[in-house]
């Protein structure tokens, strides 16, 4: 019984396999050959090289994860000067490095 489980997993991945093949799909195993899409994160590591800021919005529980986040609440308050006090709550946050300093405070309204 257990070697008729092994051959169907092995026929089971050979089929996988050769459908990849056929399709022209490649597994990445190798982290420079990642995209660019695939590169982004909420939550980089201090290991992490980091090119740019991009503004999220989103649920504030889908951003839970993130690093950096605020709760935008309806209100008489414009958007530039929303997103400026959101940057400046950023930049004052004593768990930030001079590179994530610097995104932040390119980030365009």
């Given amino acids: 019984r257990r070697q008729a489980k ?4 092995e026929r089971e991945k ?4 050769r459908i990849m093949e056929e399709e022209n799909v490649v597994a990445v195993h190798d982290p420079t050959k990642v995209s660019e899409l695939d590169a982004l994160t909420g939550l980089p590591l201090d290991t992490d090289v980091l090119l740019y800021a991009l503004p999220v919005c989103g649920p504030y529980a889908a951003l839970a994860q993130y690093k950096f986040k605020v709760k935008l609440t309806p209100g008489s308050q414009k958007k530039g000067k929303a997103s400026k ?3 400046s709550v950023f ?10 300093k610097d995104l932040n405070k390119n980030v365009n309204d």
Avoid: F, G, L
């Fill in 6 to 9: 092994r051959e169907a997993r």
């Fill in 14 to 17: 050979e089929e996988i396999r």
């Fill in 85 to 87: 006090t959101a940057v």
């Fill in 91 to 100: 930049v004052k946050s004593p768990d930030i490095n001079a590179r994530e």
